[in-house]
């Protein structure tokens, strides 16, 4: 995995309330025309390597990238020892919520059309909020994710959505299907061959990188057509 030239990232803290935050870096390339805020996993975090080369990825496709910390601190720590806040798929959904509302409230990202991309657990809790904000949210993208966990919430979902599965990821595939037979809005299953859970083989996590530029990119030009015809 090569990781592409950086640019400059600032750190954010996002008001949850009752003074707590959520901490992200964000990262705005020249002339962005969107925004990707990505949804980490269980037990992982905005460092994750796997979405930070991915987000370099997307940031040279022109997005600005939001990666973010859905627990704060305090939970987090709670969380290594009990796992209560990882399969928490309401409240990770309303953090991510909260951070496309705070988005929309910034002078620099204001104008930025919002997408998600989740991995693992994460993508369910994007599923979540992007069926909350059907006008906002443009499209969304799954890194071998758990979105069966969005339950009802799928059918809700008008984002156009993008899964991505490892085709050696057996189980979360079988789950992965059975949740895109109810999305009712345009949807994609890609099979990424020769690939685990991780996608550490060699070259899949730059197909999951390509693939998911490729679906932000179309259907941010899509959107931005729309408005202009």
Known sequence: MTTPQTFPCEPVFIPLGSAAVLAGDLCIPPGASGVVVFAHGSGSSRHSPRNRYVAQELQHAGLATLLLDLLTEAEEQ??????????????????????SEW???????????????????????????????????????????????????????????????????????????????????????????????LFEEPG??????RLARGWFVKHLGLARGAEHA
């Open 204 to 209: 899949k996590l730059e197909e999951v990188a």
């Open 103 to 197: 988005l929309a409230q910034q002078p620099t990202t204001r104008p930025l059309e919002q997408d998600y991309f989740g991995a693992s657990t994460g993508a369910a809790a994007a599923l979540v909020a992007a069926a909350r904000l059907p006008e906002r949210i443009r499209a969304v993208v799954s890194r071998g994710g758990r979105p069966d966990l969005a339950g009802d919430a799928l059918e809700k979902v008008r984002a156009p959505t993008l899964l991505l599965v490892g085709g050696w990821d057996e189980g979360v595939l079988q789950l992965n299907q059975q949740a895109f037979e109810r999305l009712s809005c345009e949807k994609k299953l890609v099979v990424v061959p020769g690939a685990t859970h």
């Open 78 to 99: 709670r969380d290594i020892h009990t796992r209560q806040y990882r399969f928490d798929i309401e409240l990770l959904a309303e953090r991510l919520v909260a951070s």
